[in-house]
């Protein structure tokens, strides 16, 4: 499961989340009055995707800080985690901003109001241009992190929501079709529901202890049962310690004759798994030939 992501200073970093954070703040602030002002609810929605935003960002700022804590007595494994928590916390309220969206959109299908087309347009250009600037911010982090992928994705559907939201605005300056402005509010709930529901099955897997999603485990337990001396291997549990370390935790079965090289086995072992499959943790039970399980489960345990 090689990778190969970009490195960033962690200072570095969180100086452009910071950023993102103060920006997408104003802009929310901006839109609220500007919605109410106009009798906009794609302006409001817009806004309220965009506070979930700051919000996400906020989060995704404090997990990156705790994730860069060292292991201790109660979190043996490091904080590394945080940073999946916080994926999994921004695309649940992607989904819950979508559905009420849904709802607020067919509310105003059964009651349009007056719109001013011009706030609007205005506001929809200031909120694109702060969208693309916090995705750009973000562009180069998301590639090594779960987590700010969450904040790069949240910010990119905000910059194709603004988009949505001045083409509404010129086509109410131009034709004052009313009912414009509730189809661009559910057109963007419909995109911010299929965004969440596709990329949240990653942190959840992750957080259910589930196999690397690119790592092939039957080939990795066969390119160990190929090792000399060894005769199988059982009750394998493949997972994630964070995002980008794959472990592996089973019993090796070792020929009898070849008990007396047992060290030399199980650095070979440990060689190939980091070498040919980038898992660099790995806990290893050994186990004789003759007093082996019988029965085990290839993997897990019953």
Do not use: C
């Not at 979190?75 to 928590?85: K, N, P, W």
């Not at 935790?249 to 060290?263: F, G, M, N, P, Q």
């Amino acid at each position: 499961m090689p990778h190969d992501h970009a490195h960033m200073e962690p200072k570095e970093g969180d100086r452009r989340v910071a950023i993102a954070i103060w920006a997408n703040g104003l802009l929310t602030v901006a839109q609220v009055v500007g919605g109410i002002l106009s009798g906009s609810l794609a302006l409001i929605a817009d806004a309220i995707h965009n506070f979930s935003d700051m919000a996400s960002l906020v989060i995704a700022f404090g997990a990156r800080k705790i994730a860069r804590r060292p292991a201790d007595a109660k979190m043996t494994f490091g904080y590394g985690r945080v940073e999946i928590v916080a994926a999994l916390i921004n695309y649940t309220s992607l989904i819950i901003i979508g559905l009420y969206l849904v709802y607020e959109g067919a509310m105003r299908f059964a009651n349009p109001v007056p719109i001013e087309g011009w706030t609007v347009v205005i506001l929809g250009g200031v909120a694109l241009f702060i969208d693309t600037l916090t995705a750009l911010l973000t562009y180069s982090m998301q590639k090594g992190s779960v987590n700010i992928r969450a904040l790069f994705l949240h910010n990119l559907s905000d910059a194709l929501a603004s988009v949505a939201v001045i083409v509404g605005g010129v086509l109410l300056l131009l034709y004052d079709v009313r009912w414009v402005d509730p189809a661009i509010t559910i057109g963007i709930a419909a995109y911010i529901l299929w965004l969440a529901f596709t990329e949240i099955g990653g942190p959840i897997r992750t957080l259910m202890l589930g196999s690397p999603p690119d790592m092939d485990t039957d080939a990795v337990i066969a390119a160990i049962e190929d090792i000399d001396g060894v005769e199988e291997l059982h009750h394998a549990h493949f997972w994630q310690m964070q995002e980008h370390q794959a472990a592996l935790d089973t019993h090796v079965v070792i020929e009898d004759a070849r008990w007396d090289d047992l060290e030399r086995i199980k650095e070979d072992i440990k060689t190939r798994l980091e070498e040919a499959f980038d898992i660099s943790h790995s806990t290893l039970e050994f186990e004789r030939a003759r007093d082996k399980h019988e029965e085990a489960m290839r993997y897990g345990h019953r």
